[in-house]
């Protein structure tokens, strides 16, 4: 079962990445005893994920129901993956979470890696909720009883997900700076429960840096438009670009502490930028341009251009297009039907529909070799084995593309049908730059002068 089990792990963890499109940045992880410590918004992509950016096998905890599961509970049991017991789920069990504690300390000291998600529940909040400083006491315990020379390190891989919910939408897997939990060891031996605290502050800051925090959920539309706007003004995206989300991440994780600051310290103003952000967002959808926005008048020619190249080559294409559609159309579809029945909550949409396709493309695959097998023997049938998957990616491939053309084509259409509006769109986006531009001014220096005020203490 084992065996089974990690190969099924494996295939779960490659799914989640043509799920998404998956943006790893960071180190490698090191080698030895180690604590690879995630963010949880997404239910099973979450480990899924971090397990994909560790590129090494690591020992997991999970919540005890999980394990009564009739699939989750065997495969998780056969990967050695402790349960942790809940307040929430059962109170009469959490006297056991002192043995998971210890076993968790002995894999640590037999040199093993663990994965947790010290914020202890899935949650779909702006934020990162606050961390348990059991992973900071467990690393602690590890190195005190090997007389600090086990030399236990903790790895923060933070998430960032553009949609979670949606197929194909972008995620950053940003991987962290190791913590090595020794440099803790003066403070631990002067105060416990001070150096834990101590350690979940380190490991909490490691995984702000990789993840976008925002005061409020609605500040995510916000931040969105305004690093867009602010990237095209400046020039450091084009108007039609769709940059990887890694390169967007500080902008937005700039933008989010700039709003959350201006909430606080000027509300009438926050409100004035927002609901000028969401009358600039408002008329770009209007004009329809999905994610790119009105180019200068001198850029019609370029974008016909672009149109004409890449539309050309989607119509050459559109025959393996088609193929490949009607191959692989159903398990498509059956994984969202199966999200739209089963309503689950934000945080569990890309999971049901992971776990649905996990079972209808394998189902999909296999009877499609079993037909031309039937039609025509082997050598069909090999051959169906090997085109499917080529055809099931050039598809994926040429979706995105086509995405991105319509997108272009629409808004080349409404430049030329309403060119008022993109002029109106074009003056409200230059008024935009300058009002984000003094807020970025204002708030650094507000930031220059605690800097200054701290110093002189």
């Known amino acids: 079962m084992g065996v089974i089990a990690r190969a099924v792990t494996q295939a779960s963890v490659w799914a989640a990445g ?15 005893p180690l604590l690879i410590l995630g963010n949880h918004p997404n239910m099973l992509m979450d480990p899924l994920l971090v397990l994909g950016a560790a590129r090494r096998r690591a020992q997991a905890l999970a919540k005890a129901p999980l394990f009564k599961m009739p699939i989750f509970g065997p495969v998780l049991r056969s990967l050695d993956t402790l349960p942790v017991y809940r307040v929430q789920d059962d109170p009469e069990q959490l006297h056991r979470n002192r043995e998971v504690f210890d076993e968790a300390v002995a894999a640590l000291r037999r040199g093993a890696a663990l994965m947790l998600f010290p914020e202890g529940k899935c949650h779909s909040g702006p934020a990162l909720a606050p961390l348990r400083t059991g992973t900071a006491r467990m690393a602690l315990t590890a190195e005190e009883e090997s007389g600090w020379r086990l030399g236990v390190k903790v790895v923060p891989i933070g998430l960032t997900y553009q949609r979670r919910q949606r197929f194909r939408s972008r995620v950053v897997v940003g991987v962290g700076v190791p913590l090595v939990v020794s440099e803790w060891r003066e403070a631990y031996e002067a105060d416990r429960p001070t150096a834990a605290r101590s350690l979940t502050g380190a490991i909490t800051q490691g995984l702000e840096r990789h993840t976008l925090n925002l005061a409020a ?10 690093e867009v706007l602010q990237a095209r003004v400046r020039g450091l995206a084009g108007w039609r670009d769709r940059d990887a989300l890694q390169v967007r991440l500080p902008r937005l994780q700039r933008f989010a502490e700039q709003f959350a600051w201006l909430r606080a310290a000027d509300p009438r103003r926050f409100e004035r930028t927002a609901r000028s952000l969401r009358r600039y967002r408002r008329r770009l959808e209007r004009l329809r341009g999905g994610e790119a926005d ?4 001198h850029e019609a020619g370029r974008v016909i251009r672009d149109v004409l190249r890449w539309g050309a080559l989607l119509v050459l294409m559109l025959p393996v297009a088609a193929l490949a559609a009607a191959a692989w159309c159903l398990p498509y579809l059956f994984s969202g039907l199966a999200a739209r029945l089963l309503k689950p909550p934000s945080e569990t949409v890309s ?8 079972v209808s493309f394998p189902v999909t695959y296999v009877g499609w070799i079993a037909l031309a ?13 090997l085109v499917l998957p080529l055809f099931g990616f050039a598809a994926l491939g040429w979706g995105q593309r086509r995405v991105e053309v319509w997108e272009d084509m629409k808004l080349l259409f409404q430049i030329f049908r309403r060119p008022k509006l993109c002029d109106r769109a074009a003056v409200h986006r230059q008024a935009l730059a300058a009002e984000l531009d003094a807020i970025e001014a204002d708030w650094q220096a507000e930031a220059a002068g605690r800097a200054a005020a701290r110093g002189a203490l």
Do not use: H, N
Request: proline letters at 12%.
């Open 217 to 226: 959920e609605s500040d995510r539309e916000l931040v969105e438009t305004a």
């Open 294 to 297: 009105v180019p200068p008048r």
């Open 373 to 385: 097998a039937w039609l025509g023997g082997p050598l069909p049938a090999m051959l169906a084995a």
């Open 18 to 32: 043509v799920f998404y499109r998956v943006e790893r940045i960071g180190p490698e992880l090191p080698g030895g």
């Open 351 to 358: 999971t049901v529909k992971l776990l649905a396709g996990l």
